[in-house]
């Protein structure tokens, strides 16, 4: 949890640890980062550019699995030791829903990050039963994902290493 001027401060939407590349666009300049947490409403790229607090950016970047090309543009609101936070502003309506496709996909970051009910057992753990649809305590469920009914690839709490 964060710690706001009168005390600590939930977020209004997860944020989650990610790592892949980001061109961020300021002033003509191409900067290379590195994405290290997502959310809905902003990202926190490394390494830190302290003088570009206060500036608009605009970013490109190819998220990681599932694979999906996003240009969003943004400010950026803060800027620590190991990098700076960037709002996002809203935009194409195209671009968010992709990113919030992104967040919430079976193989997105909040997947990996928080669990969620297999797709396929609903969270059972076992293979859905043929004639009734539901599930069967025979097999496993054929997910090479779901692990005891949900599919958690890295448990991580985003909350640990925010700022």
């Known amino acids: 949890m964060e710690e706001g001027l009168s005390g600590p401060r939930r977020r209004r939407v997860p944020r989650v640890s990610v790592n892949f590349p980001v ?14 947490q997502i959310s809905e409403l902003g990202i926190l790229l490394a390494p830190s550019q302290k003088e570009l607090v206060g500036e608009n950016v605009q970013l490109e ?4 699995s599932p694979s999906r090309f996003l240009s969003l543009s943004g400010i950026v609101i803060y800027a620590i030791n190991s990098g700076i936070g960037i709002r996002f502003n ?30 396929i057992c609903g969270g059972t753990g076992n293979k859905p039963s043929e004639q009734t649809g539901g599930s069967s305590n025979e097999e496993p469920c054929p997910n090479p994902l779901c692990q005891h009914g949900y599919v958690i ?11």
């Open 23 to 36: 061109i961020l666009t300021w002033d003509k300049k191409k900067i290379p980062c590195q994405a290290c």
């Open 61 to 64: 970047f190819t998220t990681d």
């Open 90 to 119: 809203a935009g194409p309506s195209e671009q968010q829903d992709l990113l919030r496709d992104y967040l919430q996909s079976p193989e997105g970051p909040a997947a990996q990050a928080f669990g969620i009910p297999c797709p």
């Open 153 to 163: 690839v890295a448990v991580k709490d985003p909350e640990e290493s925010s700022p």
